[in-house]
């Protein structure tokens, strides 16, 4: 049964970093997109960043520059580096996995993204 699973968050202070992992087990889509998307306390889930099982990326604006998305295959793993965290960044980040069709981009929006994790808490605060 395909199953995601979240790790990494926790609290930091403004303008530093956390990596968060989504490993996924019983991945077997031939094509597919792994994103992260984000919901904080009062506010609707937005979407962060996605890459594609080819490695292509896509993200959001306020991600591009500061957050990095990248993938671990001999793991099923993939990782969201996340620097310059400022507190409008506290948030639970969701990873989730969707089929594509091959060749395409991944796209920012919840529809194609079938199964979900649990999602982790990261809270930047001083």
């Known amino acids: 049964q395909l199953q995601l699973e979240e790790s990494g968050g926790g609290l930091v202070q403004p303008g530093g970093s956390l990596k968060l992992s989504c490993e996924a087990s019983?991945?077997?889509?031939?094509?597919?997109?792994i994103a992260w998307f984000r919901q904080a306390p009062g506010k609707e889930r937005e979407p962060v960043s996605c890459?594609?099982?080819?490695?292509?990326?896509n993200s959001a604006f306020y991600a591009k520059g500061r957050f990095i998305i990248s993938k671990e295959d001999a793991k099923n793993m993939v990782h969201l580096q996340m620097n310059s965290l400022q507190p409008d960044d506290t948030a639970i980040y969701y990873c989730?996995?969707?089929?594509?069709?091959?060749?395409?981009?991944?796209?920012?929006?919840?529809?194609?993204?079938?199964?979900w994790g649990q999602g982790t808490q990261v809270t930047v605060s001083s």
């Open positions: 989730a996995v969707g089929a594509i069709t091959p060749g395409t981009r991944c796209i920012l929006i919840s529809r194609p993204y079938t199964t």
């Open positions: 019983d991945l077997t889509f031939d094509s597919y997109a």
């Open positions: 890459i594609t099982e080819s490695g292509r990326t």
